[in-house]
């Protein structure tokens, strides 16, 4: 992998980046140490959540009424 000083990756930024992104990553050392590795971004695309189990499921139209006389009866009321 190319590396470059600090010095000359702020020369050649623009052409370095290009660079990058056309998938050949560098490092940016300082005196001759490692400091980053620069690479090209590559988006991630989020994972839709609303509606992902729509036309897979029913929901009965008493689903607010489900187990209600098991639950009246667990806590002392009778219907």
């Given amino acids: 992998m190319k590396m470059v000083n600090i010095h000359e ?9 290009e660079e990058a992104a056309a998938g050949k990553p560098f490092i940016i050392a300082k005196a ?3 400091m980053v590795t620069v690479t090209s971004y590559i988006p991630i695309e989020p994972k839709p959540r609303i509606g992902f ?18 639950i009246e009866a667990m806590f002392g ?3």
Wanted: aromatic share 4%; hydrophobic share 35%.
């Fill in 53 to 70: 189990l729509k036309g897979q499921i029913k929901i009965p139209k008493d689903f607010d009424r489900m187990g209600e006389k098991e």
């Fill in 32 to 34: 001759g140490h490692p």
């Fill in 9 to 17: 990756a702020k020369t050649h930024l623009s052409a370095l980046v």
């Fill in 77 to 79: 009321e009778e219907a």
